[in-house]
């Protein structure tokens, strides 16, 4: 059985008026409910010293009691501001790490998800678009501590580069961050991951899968991790109206089944997190997210 951590406040904790389509969440779960190879399991809150794992701890304490300045607020875009918006952090933010301590515990290529995660704009001491916790370096780092893990890959196939933990992992061995993108797409300041692969405006299915293909054959090669954690934005859709890429929803299933099959040879734990899906209609994004995540749970 395939376990997917969501809980309600992924949609509620925003506001119907912020400029983002959290209505995804509700939709993908709706969806994904219906599938009898998927255990839907709820997310409590993450301990807040967990998140100095990855975090400044005065970025921490300023946005848990409500005081990040203006400007920091602005920068994260979740605007209005909702009041729950501490508490979905929290939850959302465990729903990855909870799925990790699941796949570490069962080994082999086990694999889990969280329906919503993937927060890679997030840095070290300031959040930014739409992420305020980096949850993907956040679950790294207790795999490290509490796993015994030793090396982590993070592979970002997201439209926009995971910037925020390319800075975070910048001198850090352990953790490979692997970020595909588009070139024109935000963040127009680009960090440098451990390895970027550049996508032109307009790329399709074809040269994406190709570079993908290589990659991972060279990748199986090159480094073997204990966990791998694959934030699967969806924006990369051609009907996506923030991404630039043009795959199509049957090459975004060939994407997921390339990085499943290396997970399956490389018989290491996966946990697979959302990332962008700015679809229109919203529709094309709750698909493609349903795809995956019943790829991942097998069928
Ligand atoms: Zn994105």
């Known amino acids: 059985m395939f376990k997917l951590w ?5 949609t509620d904790g925003l506001s119907p008026e912020a400029h983002f389509p959290r209505e995804r969440y509700r939709l993908a779960a709706d969806v ?22 990855a975090h400044d ?5 300023a946005f848990l009691s409500g005081d990040l300045p203006e400007e920091k607020v602005r920068r994260i875009g979740l605007k209005p501001w909702s009041e729950e918006i501490v508490e979905r952090t929290l939850i959302l933010t465990n729903g990855t790490v909870s799925a990790a301590r699941h796949v570490l515990e069962v080994g082999g290529s086990a694999k889990a998800g969280n329906l919503g995660g993937g927060t890679h704009h997030a840095y070290y001491d300031f959040g930014s678009g739409y992420c305020i916790f980096n949850d993907l370096a956040i679950a790294a780092r207790v795999a490290q501590r509490d796993f015994g893990v030793e090396t982590v890959l993070i592979l970002d196939l997201d439209v926009h580069q995971g910037d925020g933990t390319a800075a975070i992992f910048a001198n850090d061995p352990t953790v490979r961050t692997v970020s595909f993108h588009c070139r024109e797409n ?15 405006k307009g790329t399709g299915d074809a040269e994406y899968l190709s570079t993908l293909a290589a990659f991972l054959e060279r990748e199986a090669a090159l480094f073997r991790p204990d966990l791998i954690l694959y934030q699967a934005g969806v924006d990369t859709l051609k009907t996506d109206r923030l991404g630039h890429l043009e795959l199509t929803r049957d090459g975004l299933q060939t994407r997921n089944q390339l990085v499943f099959d290396f997970v399956e040879s490389a018989q290491v734990p996966c946990v697979i997190t959302m990332g962008g ?16 995540f019943s790829q991942a749970a097998g069928g």
């Open 32 to 53: 994904l409910q219906q599938n009898s190879e998927i255990v839907f399991e709820t997310p409590s809150r993450i301990e807040p010293d967990d998140l100095l794992l």
């Open 186 to 200: 935000f963040p127009f300041r680009k960090m440098k991951s451990d390895l970027d692969v550049e996508f032109s």
């Open 277 to 292: 899906g700015y679809g229109v209609p919203i529709e094309t994004s709750v698909d493609a997210f349903g795809d995956l």
């Open 6 to 10: 969501h809980h309600p406040i992924y």
């Open 57 to 61: 701890r005065d970025f921490r304490d």
